[in-house]
């Protein structure tokens, strides 16, 4: 039974807090067709790519493309516990999130078919990668919908939004431009992946006021959220490790694992950086957060 109604109350909607103006943004940029991606340049540089080229490629994408499913799957029950708590401006976000995942899901798939990858490419998930993606996040996030208490939300956002979004998606990006854009590679992967940042930009502005928010609720979750990303930093450093595993120093588009690894941390210790700003802040205080201080592109 229904209690009261939010949007026909005094109170209205709350158009200026952080995740309302979020979805504003996804209203915008959000609606990106993936289908209208041109992928007939990257046909062609495929087929010119040497067969370890190929083989580094799609180790990538495959994990890009696991990466994107295993969200989009998994993104259901946070977005019900948020429901359950009459979060509507939160919830209306949360379903141009939903959308979006379901669009990079498809997005790396077409490019997939569009080279002609029709083989199983699970090989390429390495172990730290299964640990990760086959069971840490369905895993977190499916128990949300028997346990939504703060603890439970927190773990759900640290390993969706600040590890798999905040430190792993963004060195998976990161090590595209270092080899594919610097050289002009692949220009429809990367116009795709232009769009995707954008999106993913919003989901991690997200993700941090959500930990903002209940580390200003509980101020000693921070130390919890704290000790959660220092378990999962391993398994950055693991998938890592074996990604870069063969690559060849010859090869111009050659990253070096050192950057990879360096890039990786310093994206750990940033997401912490911003969670440790909500500490002595009021709710309403980490509502008005500007989207570029949150670091939200458009
Ligand atoms: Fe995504
Ligand atoms: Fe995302």
Redesign the pocket.
């Known amino acids: 039974m229904r209690e009261s109604v939010i949007t026909t109350s005094t109170r209205g909607l709350r158009m200026d807090v952080l995740p309302y103006r979020l979805y504003k943004k996804a209203k915008k940029l959000g609606i990106w067709n993936p289908e209208d991606i041109d992928f007939s340049q990257d046909q062609k540089d495929w087929t010119d790519t040497t067969p370890e080229g190929k083989t580094r490629l799609l180790r990538l994408v495959s994990m890009f493309q696991a990466g ?1 499913e295993a ?1 989009t799957l998994d993104l259901l029950p946070l977005i019900m516990a948020v429901a359950k708590e009459g979060r509507i401006e939160e919830e209306m976000f949360l379903t141009t ?1 939903l959308f ?2 379901s669009k ?1 899901t498809e997005f790396f798939r077409l490019f997939l078919n569009a080279i002609g990858a029709k083989e199983d490419l699970s090989h390429f998930h390495s172990e730290p990668y299964k640990k990760v993606f086959y069971e840490l996040l369905p895993e977190a996030m499916g128990r949300l919908v028997t346990d939504t208490s703060p603890r439970a939300i927190a773990d759900a956002s640290v390993i ?2 600040m590890f ?2 905040g430190v792993l ?1 963004e060195t998976g990006y990161w090590s595209f431009y270092q080899s594919l854009a610097k050289f002009g590679k692949m220009p429809g992967l990367i116009q795709g992946i232009e769009y ?1 940042k954008k ?2 930009s ?3 502005a997200y993700g941090t006021f959500l930990l903002q928010r209940l580390i200003a609720e509980d101020s000693s979750l921070y130390d919890y959220v704290q000790e959660r990303m220092a378990e999962l930093a391993p398994y950055a450093m693991a998938i890592n490790e074996v990604g870069v595993a063969d690559s060849d120093p010859n090869d111009p588009m050659y990253v070096r694992p050192e950057d990879v690894m360096a890039f990786t941390a310093k994206q750990l210790s940033l997401r912490m950086e911003k969670l440790a700003r909500a500490k002595n802040k009021s709710i309403e205080e980490l509502y008005q957060t500007s989207e570029e201080a949150m670091g939200v592109l458009s």
């Open positions: 994107e969200v999130f979006e995942e990079h969706y939004n798999v979004e998606a995707l999106d993913e919003r989901h991690i």
